[in-house]
């Protein structure tokens, strides 16, 4: 039950979150029909965490999901095992086909709505892009890049090792010299770049749950929810790296939401919820 909400979830997101998702269970059935050790229920969830910044406790809480006791080990068929295999290539190789899908070029639109909305009232051309998907992350980079905003995007994540990162610390590094804005620490130091990056050059921020606490980002007043967070209090998270002191602008908030797909549904009315318990409040 757990892992069908994951493939609802990273479905959501895009279809290369999806396909990396997909290639994880791949290698864990390839596993089992060579009969090598192909690990536990426990170690696949943990491979889909670490591929991407997920919080599969929030996920369990917030769905409702029942810890059921664990069935007895079966025996492997290898008629089934290989008619699985042969279905998961297929929809990975699907999902890799996909160049862009209704919901990246959806962004766009949005996008231009937004940026004319804050031109409008005189805030800064400025977006703060959350996904829960690093494959989605660097999708939407690649998208972006090649449709109208060439130069202007920066990556930020749980790990910011990607070459761009590496670029934006070492000028940082070279620019702060002498000052105490260099702490020592390298990730601190990263994370400080990829900031100031975003606020003096770049126009969009696409960010992981890692933004999501930690970040002071006032001279920017648009989020863009583009994976909801399974934890409803993430939303009010995400906004407050915007909504906080110095923060000159009322911040705008644009949601995603695929209405045909069974896991954002659910995180949508558990959203509500929380908004109208907010509002009796």
């Not at 979150?17 to 791949?26: K, N």
């Not at 959350?130 to 109208?148: D, H, I, V, Y």
Request: charged fraction near 25%; glycine fraction near 6%.
């Amino acid at each position: 039950q757990l892992i069908e909400m994951i493939l609802f979830k990273t479905l959501a997101s895009s279809p290369q979150a999806l396909a990396a998702t997909l290639r994880t269970m791949r290698q864990r059935l390839v596993a089992l029909r060579d009969g090598l050790p192909a690990g536990s229920e426990e170690d696949l969830l943990d491979g889909f965490e670490a591929d991407d910044d997920l919080d599969l406790d929030a996920l369990i809480d917030q769905l409702d999901l029942e810890d059921d006791t664990q069935p007895l080990p079966q025996p492997v068929q290898g008629r089934l095992l290989a008619a699985e295999l042969a279905e998961l290539d297929s929809l990975i190789a699907r999902a890799e086909r996909i160049g862009s899908d209704s919901k990246s070029r959806a962004l766009l639109k949005a996008l231009e709505a937004a940026f004319d909305r804050l031109a409008a009232v005189g805030a800064q051309r400025k977006a703060l892009l959350f996904t829960e998907s690093r494959k989605t992350q660097a999708f939407l980079a690649s998208f972006l890049e090649a449709n109208g905003y060439a130069g202007k995007v920066v990556i930020f994540n749980g790990s910011n090792n990607h070459p761009a990162a590496k670029e934006a610390y070492e000028r940082y590094v070279r620019r702060h010299a002498g000052t105490d804005k260099l702490t020592g620490s390298r990730a601190i130091d990263v994370r400080s770049a990829l900031i100031e990056e975003f606020r003096d050059r770049a126009e969009i921020l696409i960010a992981t749950e890692a933004a999501a606490e930690g970040v002071n980002l006032q001279f920017c007043s648009l989020v863009v929810n583009y994976d909801l967070p399974w934890n409803p209090q993430r939303i009010e998270q995400r906004i407050g790296r915007c909504h906080r002191y110095g923060q000159e602008h009322d911040v705008v908030v644009v949601n995603f939401l695929s209405q045909g797909n069974l896991a954002d549904r659910r995180v949508q009315d558990l959203l509500q919820q929380k908004f109208s318990l907010f509002d009796g409040l």
